[in-house]
């Protein structure tokens, strides 16, 4: 979990479209 959340905060400050960042979290989510 440590690890998915680091790569979370890492994909959320990046520069992206809102809808990459909410598609990235979706699939994070399904997969905890």
């Not at 790569?7 to 809102?18: A, G, T």
């Amino acid at each position: 979990v440590e690890i998915i959340l680091k790569y979370l905060s890492f994909v959320l400050n990046v520069d992206k479209p809102k809808y990459i960042k909410i598609y990235v979290f979706n699939k994070i989510f399904i997969l905890i």
